[in-house]
Each structure stands twice: as structure tokens, then as C-alpha cells.
């Protein structure tokens, strides 16, 4: 079955622009998704096929993806910006929805 | 505006069975695939299935196949999830949430989930 990697933690300062990874085999084949998940809360999608954003998402928010990583960038990080993410693809061999295992971000 | 609400959470012992619901609103229900995805306390995401649009086709996560099934009512917007043998690794919040196809089925709206406790 397919596998996601993403660094559990990554920490940032206000202000500074933060990277979230996420591998996979040859994921620059596929779509990626990510989702931003706050405690108590359902995740929100907020980037969807690798760099589009749906509507309502800041423009800080924007994602790239190549090779065996995808990554999610969000500049200008905010307090609000704390959060944990996650990365996503389809998994077409098995029909399969596939997470990453997710990343906390801390605003320091 | 899009809404998801998941009802039918709650404490059932092991072996036991237990229906998730999910009603749908804001949008046109019967054109969308539709996912279940869960969240143990403290742990990431597991997607669990998805159904086509029109109920002709239906994928689980190896956690849940033979288990759990899922369907849908279009005409009450209406998704479901018959969770049977509840184990305790079952315990989990357990979303809804709308399937959008761009090379594969990607979950975009959720609902705010509902618990379920397997526990004696």
C-alpha cells in the first residue's frame, strides 16, 4: 500500500514562512491534497491538486510537488497558523484515500 | 452554504454494532461520492470508505473491510456507516466528509464528526 511521510513537528516564528513536507514514491504523479486540522475542529482542505487553493484560504498558503516530495508552504506565519496538517493522495492501485501522518506546526 | 452532520455516535461494547448517519445540505447531494474518515484520540487521520455517487461502487480501508459498510439514501441526502464486531480499535471521531474526483476521489467539506467509544 501506498505511504505518506510527513515530519511530526515543525516550528516557526511569527512572521517566517514555514515548510511542510510530505513523501511518497514517485508522488509527483499524483494530486496532493492538505488539510489543516486546529484542536476540537474537522479538518479544512487548503490546498487541493498540489497548488490551487479553494476559496477563503489566504494567499500565504501554497503547495508544490515533485519527484518523491510534496510540500506545503505558508508564508508569513501567523498565530492562527497553528495547527496540525496533513497531506493526502489517492492511492489509484488500491481505490484508496491515503493521509499522511500528519505534521503539528507551533508558532513560536 | 455546504453542511454535514453526523449523528449516532456514542458508547457500545465490544462485538457490537452501532449506524453512523450523515445528513447533507447547502448542495446537490446525488452528484458527489462520499467518504468516511475517523480520528482515534490523540492520532491522525484514517480514511475508512468511500461510495460512488450513485451507490455502484464502494472501497474500505483493510482496518474495516468485512466489517463496516457503507451507503446512501439520495433521496434523503443522506449518508451511512453499519459498523459491525465494534472492536476497541474502533474508537475514534468519525467524519463525513464530500468526495471530489481530480485524478481520484479527495475529500473536501467535512462535517464536525461524531464519537464513538467501544468500550465494555
Known amino acids: 500500500s501506498y505511504v505518506l511521510t510527513q515530519p511530526p513537528s515543525v516550528s516557526v516564528a511569527p512572521g517566517q514562512t514555514a515548510s511542510i513536507s510530505c513523501g511518497g514514491n514517485n508522488i509527483g504523479s499524483k494530486s496532493v491534497n492538505w488539510y489543516q486540522q486546529k484542536p476540537g475542529q474537522a479538518p479544512v482542505l487548503v490546498v487541493y491538486d498540489d497548488s490551487d487553493r479553494p476559496s477563503g484560504i489566504p494567499e500565504r498558503f501554497s503547495g508544490s510537488n515533485s519527484g518523491n516530495t510534496a510540500t506545503l508552504t505558508i508564508n508569513s506565519v501567523e498565530a492562527g497558523d497553528e495547527a496540525d496538517y496533513y497531506c493526502?493522495?489517492?492511492?489509484?492501485?488500491?481505490?484508496?484515500?491515503?493521509f499522511g501522518g500528519g505534521t503539528k506546526l507551533t508558532v513560536l | 452554504q455546504v453542511q454535514l452532520v453526523e449523528s449516532g455516535g456514542g458508547v457500545v461494547p465490544p462485538g457490537r454494532s452501532l449506524r453512523l448517519s450523515c445528513a447533507a445540505s447547502g448542495f446537490s447531494f446525488s452528484p458527489y461520492g462520499m467518504h468516511w474518515v475517523r480520528q482515534a484520540p490523540g492520532k491522525g487521520l484514517e480514511w475508512v470508505a468511500v461510495?460512488?455517487?450513485?451507490?455502484?461502487?464502494?472501497y474500505y480501508a483493510d482496518s474495516v473491510k468485512g466489517r463496516f459498510t457503507i451507503s446512501r439514501d439520495n433521496s434523503k441526502s443522506t449518508l451511512y456507516l453499519q459498523m459491525n464486531s465494534l472492536r476497541a480499535a474502533d474508537t475514534a471521531v468519525y467524519y463525513c466528509?464530500?468526495?471530489?474526483?481530480?485524478?481520484?476521489?479527495?475529500?473536501?467539506?467535512w462535517g464536525q464528526g461524531t464519537l464513538v467509544t467501544v468500550s465494555s
Open positions: 461510495i460512488w455517487y450513485d451507490g455502484s461502487d464502494e
Open positions: 493526502q493522495v489517492w492511492d489509484s492501485g488500491s481505490d484508496h484515500v491515503v
Open positions: 466528509a464530500r468526495a471530489v474526483y481530480n485524478n481520484g476521489w479527495y475529500p473536501d467539506y
